[in-house]
């Protein structure tokens, strides 16, 4: 089971790979019903329940929230462009196999993604308390774990030597990291043509 795996992947991370990547293939779509869909929508729930009943401040002042329409209409972008996220990241994995020497299915590539991204998605429930501190400090734990599952788990997914595994996976990271940068510039430039999200002080 998916919880299981997770708890040994936390544990054991090279052994309980091992383990998954024995298990029969799953399709793209069994994927995502049974894994990403619900791991996705931690972040965009807790994100739209903090901004709209907790609010946050800034040095103590008031209290800022975000309107109802305003906060359902970012969780829901927010949880499409995870989705997208996990499917462009997998499709990168998917890409650079060949310039490593080895061949694995685009189904296992995104399996890959959405077991190395999971602890950033549970890092996703900090957002219901909206505290920035808080919530740097959690992120960036899930950050760290996730960049350790990528490092165990792309040698034996791959199938290749860790020595190249390391060089993969950093590649990997790279791309993330572009992925991520492009994200913040689209929403800068959403916003800049009127799209900016809608506070409420207290």
Known sequence: MFSNHMFGLLYDARREWREISREPEETITQVYVKHALLLAMIPPFALFTGTTQMGWSFAGQ????????????????????????LALMSFIIHSLEHAFGTTTSYERCLLLTVYTATPMFLAGAAGFFPVFWFDAIVVGIAAMYSLHLLFTGVPVFMDIPESKGAMFSFMVMTAGMCMLVGGMAITVILWGLGMSPQYILS
């Open 62 to 85: 008031d209290l800022v929230f975000l309107s109802i329409g305003s906060a359902a209409a970012i969780a829901v972008a927010f949880y499409i462009s995870l989705l997208l996220g």
